[in-house]
């Protein structure tokens, strides 16, 4: 068995030694993945594999050469961090690790499409599209950003926040985010639509901002 962490730990910082009760069930399967994935996971660009169980999905990170915590460990503290600062996430369960990195992330399966199977299907409703706008001001307020910020990666649910799926490009600065950052974190996004011409906005400023719901607080637009 490898080393776990829990929700009823993380919130007062756990160490790899400590082991969390949160949930029979889930350490159970991450401690059947620490060995490698079973056989119908999908395997991912960046390595490792996901696969879908129940109401929690698993990822499977290989191992890496660092110094660092193992990957699987870190996105599940980044989770809970992103969730203290306001981000909405997939609720994270448990993490499990070898020490040399490679290991297994569990968190709450989401069933909703995500921001680019909505926009796609022509049901992005203005209210939706002030909700993202509105969770990435937030986002970036609270001093996070993400170089992979892409509409695959926000699930969009029926209320709330829209939710950042992957976890893996997160960044939590310790200042306040510039401009420049943010404006480049929205282009990427709108980019990642991969609308048609005809369906684009005019002047470059992002589709899922129409009604300027993210720069609305302070003046500063996109456009």
């Known amino acids: 068995m490898g080393d776990f962490m829990g929700d009823s730990l993380a919130r007062r ?6 082991v969390s009760a949160f949930d029979d069930d889930d350490i159970a399967r991450a401690d059947a993945w620490l060995d490698g994935p079973p056989e119908d996971a999908t395997e991912l660009k960046d390595g490792g594999a996901v696969l879908r169980d129940g109401g929690v999905v698993l990822k499977y990170y290989d191992a890496v050469a660092s110094g660092r ?12 961090a992103l969730m203290n600062r306001g981000v909405a996430v997939p609720l994270p369960h448990v993490a499990a690790a070898h020490a040399d990195g490679s290991g297994v992330y569990v968190a709450a399966y989401v069933d909703a ?3 680019h ?3 796609a299907a022509g049901t992005a409703s203005p209210e939706l599209l002030r909700r993202v706008g509105r969770a990435l001001r937030l986002m970036h307020d609270a001093e996070v950003t ?3 910020l892409k509409a ?5 649910a029926d209320q709330g926040a829209p939710l950042l799926a992957d976890l893996d490009g997160v960044k939590i600065r310790s200042g306040p985010v510039r401009w420049s950052r943010r ?3 929205l282009m990427r996004l709108d980019a990642s639509l991969d609308l048609p011409p005809e369906r684009r906005r005019r002047g470059g400023s992002p589709v899922v901002d129409p009604l300027g719901s993210y720069s609305a607080q302070n003046g500063r637009h996109f456009s």
């Open 13 to 18: 910082g756990p160490g790899l030694d400590d």
């Open 69 to 80: 915590l193992p990957r699987p460990v870190r996105a599940f503290r980044r989770a809970f």
């Open 113 to 115: 499409p995500n921001l």
């Open 117 to 119: 199977q909505v926009v």
């Open 146 to 148: 993400h170089r992979d």
């Open 152 to 156: 695959p990666n926000l699930l969009i």
């Open 183 to 185: 404006a480049r974190d």
